[in-house]
């Protein structure tokens, strides 16, 4: 499958209600009527979080949608199709369009814990630190370590987690798909899914929540995490493929 993202920010002077209902109930369905599209979620971020669960900052993003084709060629033949054509004029309606610039990518999505999707979501936006964004070679070394160590080993013991993926970021993503060129702020985000807002609030709590917290300190910009990039988020799932992508 070929996973895309992209975050945004809602159009300044617009209220909030107003354009999570008009992402909902007009842009959403505007892109459906692009075939092509194996699944297609919006998730609407709600509270921004802390290290140990919801905070009280300012959001540093209103929202992403994560959309999979079978191929990067069925993302071209979407994105250059007329239909497409309606959907990118009526982004402007609801989006700021200077706030896509460096937070749209192709995925690789890895599957940590495959249990169900839980009503309660949340997302942790991550970057890297920049001594490893700068090197190729450790930045590889990085995603692998997010895997193996930070979500196998530790991040899977974490109770209460229904369901854990996390999205690194392959390349910018452009018009065409892959812009390996394009700048990106970013190197992916983990979501996890929980059976309710408590159990969320217990795996916080938990000592191997406490552990991985300390090992993203290792590899992780933390700052980023709490400048508005980590937050719960309500989903809206436009289509439901999602079992196809695993």
Wanted: proline share 4%; glycine share 10%.
């Amino acid at each position: 499958m070929y996973k895309v993202v992209w975050f945004a920010r809602f159009r300044e002077g617009m209220a909030r209600e107003d354009a999570r209902r008009h992402w909902s109930d007009v842009h959403g369905p505007l892109a459906l009527k692009a075939p092509g599209i194996t699944a297609y979620v919006q998730s609407h971020a709600v509270a921004p979080l802390g290290l140990r669960g919801i905070g009280d900052g300012e959001l540093g993003f209103d929202g992403y949608s994560s959309c999979w084709f079978a191929d990067e060629d069925a993302y071209r033949a979407v994105v250059r199709s007329p239909e497409w054509d309606v959907v990118r004029a009526d982004s402007d309606n609801v989006f700021a369009p200077d706030s896509f610039r460096g937070v749209c990518a192709v995925l690789d999505q890895r599957t940590i814990v495959d249990g169900d999707f839980g009503p309660f979501k949340a997302v942790w936006v991550v970057r890297f630190k920049e001594e490893i964004r700068s090197d190729p070679g450790r930045a590889r070394d990085a995603h692998a370590y997010w895997i193996a160590t930070h979500g196998e080993e530790i991040g899977s013991k974490v109770p209460g987690i229904g369901r854990y993926v996390q999205n690194h970021c392959v390349a910018a993503l452009g018009e065409d798909g892959a812009d390996p060129d394009g700048e990106l702020f970013f190197d992916g985000y983990s979501e996890c899914w929980f059976e309710d807002q408590a159990a969320f609030e217990r795996a916080m709590g938990s000592p191997e929540w406490a552990t991985m917290n300390a090992d993203a300190e290792t590899f992780c910009d933390i700052e980023y995490f709490l400048a508005g990039m980590s937050a719960i988020v309500e989903e809206n799932v436009v289509k439901d493929g999602r079992a196809l992508t695993v």
